[in-house]
């Protein structure tokens, strides 16, 4: 009886998505244009929240409060519950109804970033795949599973936020501040690409992102290099030579301190069935790039790297036959569990004076994404992927990180929760660029996927809450 449940929930689902449901409720929340750096959208974010989602889960039984976000300038959240019964486990979910500026001009020929257009299996639109599908699929599947059940048999706490494309400023006061309503069992939420877009992909972490600066200001101003070429040190020089000393010229770290501590046995099993890269659109990877003697896949999900953002001496639109007064490098770190970001620029500058770059001035952003990672092995990892599996028919692929940077920190540290990441997109989707769309089947493919894991939560057998 309750196996038909399941799957007559699923195909509910199915019928949703093949009536043109699904795309219908997509379309109307990809019209709202919801970016979140263009100061002049503000309104947008609010409109998303008050008149889209919030009639959209009060129909369905959730009670919703939108609040006004602790930092002044960034968008509101929305803070949506359905309460159940007290002895029934707690999910939170998460989503982001904000999306990169639309670059309208730069999308293909007959593309509209505002409106979904469908060629093949791709649905073109800005804020498809990251992150409006993500969410309305979440969401779409528990109403399916109210409409099977007559109930979820758990309770839901949802929050989305309508800042995460600036970096979700004042999420985590947000969280610290308002922690007693989110008090949950599990995390259970989507966003990011699967590994390959046919082959189901839960992740329970991220890497963590630190961006810096490196500045090298010698003089005012630049000077003629007839006259004072070999008597003047030229910052752009010393910042290359800086910059070569911190990666070689394949990629590896030289700073010890950089590097991450070794991979547990359970973190590189689940790495070894990974396999990156892949999809039409994507660049071909270089076999000799970063770290000799790991694979790909240990290279983005099991390592940390550093990148030059950016990097300007003089001016490049319009070079002068003279020795600049100062060079600019952009510096960029990717790091995994294990790694203390505090860590990062006392051991770059005791490096660098070591060297003799003591000149070289450094300065943190401000804000950072912690890495966080929860074990393969965990309980409910386990359970999410057996749900996932039973749904569809294959198995899953399984990151104990992503390679990119979501705000998990805040979920996985400040809530204390258990993190499992359901991802609907894939590596092509061209989020954050033009001509951004999600894959039909994918899509579909993530609905029965969806219903049957909050199916499996309100069967009863799930692991015991800590
Ligand atoms: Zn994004």
């Not at 369905?60 to 609040?67: M, Q």
Request: aromatic letters at 8%; charged letters at 25%.
């Amino acid at each position: 009886m309750e196996t038909m449940s399941r799957d007559s929930a699923i195909s509910a689902i199915e019928g949703y998505f093949d009536d043109g449901d699904f795309m219908q409720d997509l379309a109307r929340r990809v019209a709202i244009r919801t970016e979140s750096p263009e100061p002049e959208r503000r309104p947008e974010l609010y409109h998303y929240l008050t008149d889209e989602m919030t009639p959209y889960l009060q129909a369905i039984g959730f009670e919703c409060e939108i609040h006004e976000n602790p930092r002044a300038d960034a968008g509101p959240l929305l803070v949506a519950t359905r309460t159940e019964g007290a002895d029934l486990p707690t999910v939170m979910t998460y989503g982001h109804g904000d999306v990169v500026r639309g670059y309208d001009d730069q999308w293909r020929e007959g593309l509209n970033p505002w409106e979904i257009t469908v060629e093949g299996e791709r649905w073109y639109g800005r804020g498809t795949a990251d992150n409006k599908a993500q969410h309305t699929i979440n969401l779409a599947a528990m109403k399916a599973v109210i409409e099977a059940r007559g109930s979820l048999g758990f309770n839901v706490v949802a929050l989305i936020e309508t800042g995460e494309e600036c970096g979700s400023p004042g999420l985590k006061e947000f969280c610290v501040a308002n922690k007693d309503l989110f008090k949950a069992d599990v995390f259970i939420a989507s966003d990011g690409p699967r590994l390959q877009p046919g082959m189901p992909t839960v992740f329970m972490g991220s890497r963590g992102v630190f961006n810096f600066k490196m500045s090298l200001e010698l003089r005012d101003g630049g000077h003629h290099s007839g006259n004072w070429g070999g008597l003047l040190a030229n910052p752009g020089v010393i910042m290359s030579h800086a910059l070569a000393s911190v990666v070689d010229a394949k990629g590896k770290l030289l700073i010890e301190d950089w590097r991450p501590e070794p991979m547990t046995n359970s973190v590189r099993r689940a790495i070894a069935k990974l396999e990156v890269g892949g999809g039409d659109d994507a660049p071909e990877i270089d076999p000799e790039w970063g770290e000799p003697g790991l694979t790909p896949e240990e290279k983005v999900f099991g390592w940390n790297t550093f990148e030059i953002r950016a990097f300007e001496t003089g001016n490049p639109r319009n070079p002068v036959n003279a020795i600049p007064p100062r060079a600019v490098a952009y510096g960029h770190i990717r790091y995994v569990v294990g790694t203390d970001p505090m860590g990062f620029l006392p051991a770059l500058r005791k490096h660098l004076d070591a060297q003799g770059f003591e000149n070289i001035e450094l300065t943190a952003e401000r804000d950072f994404m912690n890495a966080t990672r929860l074990d393969p092995d965990h309980p409910w990892a386990q359970w999410a992927i057996k749900s996932i599996e039973t749904t569809a028919k294959q198995e899953v692929a399984v990151l104990p990180n992503l390679g990119g940077t979501l705000p998990n920190d805040v979920f996985a540290e400040i809530l204390g929760l258990p993190t499992i990441w359901v991802p609907h997109s894939y590596a092509g989707c061209s989020q954050h660029a033009p001509n951004e769309h999600v894959l039909a089947p994918v899509c579909r493919s993530a609905l029965q996927i969806m219903t049957g894991l909050w199916w499996d939560l309100g069967d009863g057998k799930t692991p015991a809450s800590t």
